[in-house]
Every structure is written in C-alpha cells, then in structure tokens.
Antibody, heavy 119, light 110 residues
Framework: QLQLQESGPGLVKPSETLSLTCTVS??????????WGWIRQPPGKGLECIGN???????YYNPSLKSRVTISVDTSKNQFSLTLGSVTAADTAVYYC???????????WGQGTLVTVSS | QSVLTQPPSVSAAPGQKVTISCSGS????????VSWYQQVPGTAPKLLIY???GRPSGVPDRFSGSKSGTSATLGITGLQTGDEADYYC???????????FGGGTKLTVL
C-alpha cells in the first residue's frame, strides 16, 4: 500500500522560507503517469493546489504562488520537497503531499502537517 | 475565490439521497475530467470519484459521479452518519493553466 508522509518544521517566522519533505513508501516515485504534488488548506478553509512534479523533474506551479514556490524531487531517496519563500501569516495551513494521476486526480494523500507562520 | 462553485452545505436524513453540484466553465469542467474528494474533519481528503464517474477500489457504489456540460454532480444514496464530511470537486482549468478545487460542501446527515 502506497504511503506518503510529510515532514518539516511546524513553525516558520514571517519573511522566512517554509521547507517540507514528503517521503513515499510502498512504491516508487519514479512511476510513469503519476506526478507528485503539494496541496494546502488554511484553517477552516478549502483546498489549494500548490504544484506538482514528475520524477524527471518537470514541474507545474499554481500561477498565484509560482513566484515563491520550488518543488524538487530526489528519486534516490523516494522523496520530493516543497520550499515556499517570503511567507506571511496567510501561508499558515495544513500542507498535504499527494500523488497526482496524469489524467487529473489525486489518489493517495499524506496525513498532512500544520505549518504556522508566526514570530 | 474558487473557479468551481459548490453549495456551502447540504443536508438530508439517514437513508435518503443527496446530490452536490459543482459548477464551472468551458475551460475547466467543460473540457477536463472532474474528481471528487471526501474530507472528514481532522483527516486528509480521500478520493471518491475520478474521471467524472469512476470509483476507486473500496469506495461503495452508494457514491456516484456525473458530468454534463460545465457542471458535475456527486450523488450519495443510502446516507449514513459516517458520510458527514466536507466534499470537494476538482478539475484542471485550461485557460488559467491551474488545478482548481471547488470551495467545498459540508454534508450534514440529520
């Protein structure tokens, strides 16, 4: 059974950089037809796609976040990572990693990790 | 603000049927697949429907999806108290080149 697990700091200061890693187990990240993505959910609000990455390194970023986001992949560790720069309180959210089928759906999700932006 | 529009809430009694709508445009639902997700509070979203009407293994056939034009619908029959959750639709928007989620619909089973 495929499993995804997010890890990283739960507290980030304003203007600094948020960094998270997703570790994939029970399957290879180097699988054709699947991307690997990050989605976030501010407290009490809906879901927002941040972006996806293919194992080859090809990326998609949400246009509204593109200037601050980098997603990278490490196939040797079966991990992919998110960095979000110049964070503000508006970036406080639960961050999920998930697997994205190329025909457009997210089928496996991590449990999510809460990141709070506060001084 | 979501490009995909869902009703904020719906409710029905146990055993009854409910539908949740997701309204979009020609550049999202009208030209791309729709998926649906169930999120029980405090947990991660779970894929319910993919490619408009497909059900992943393990999802009961009480859940169904359909699409017509620029709208999609999630149907749930034989409602159970365990179905109380937030439900989200999702689709690619070709004009924005962005993946979009609907604003979510809270289902209450009275």
């Amino acid at each position: 059974q495929l499993q995804l697990q997010e890890s990283g700091p739960g507290l980030v200061k304003p203007s600094e950089t948020l960094s998270l890693t997703c570790t994939v187990s029970g399957g290879s990240i180097s699988t054709s037809s699947y991307y690997w993505g990050w989605i976030r959910q501010p407290p009490g609000k809906g879901l927002e796609c941040i972006g996806n990455i293919y194992y080859s390194g090809s990326t998609y970023y949400n246009p509204s976040l593109k200037s601050r986001v980098t997603i990278s992949v490490d196939t040797s560790k079966n991990q992919f990572s998110l960095t979000l720069g110049s964070v503000t309180a508006a970036d406080t959210a639960v961050y999920y990693c998930a697997r994205h089928h190329s025909s457009s759906f997210y089928d496996y999700w991590g449990q999510g990790t809460l990141v709070t932006v506060s001084s | 603000q979501s490009v995909l529009t869902q009703p904020p809430s719906v409710s029905a009694a146990p055993g009854q049927k409910v539908t949740i709508s997701c309204s979009g445009s020609s550049s999202d639902i009208g030209s791309n697949y729709v998926s649906w997700y169930q999120q029980v509070p405090g947990t991660a979203p779970k894929l319910l429907i993919y490619q408009n009407s497909g059900r992943p293994s393990g999802v009961p056939d009480r859940f169904s999806g359909s699409k017509s034009g620029t709208s999609a619908t999630l149907g749930i029959t034989g409602l159970q108290t365990g179905d109380e959750a937030d439900y989200y639709c999702g689709a690619w928007d070709s004009s924005l080149s962005a993946w979009m989620f609907g604003g979510g619909t809270k289902l209450t089973v009275l």
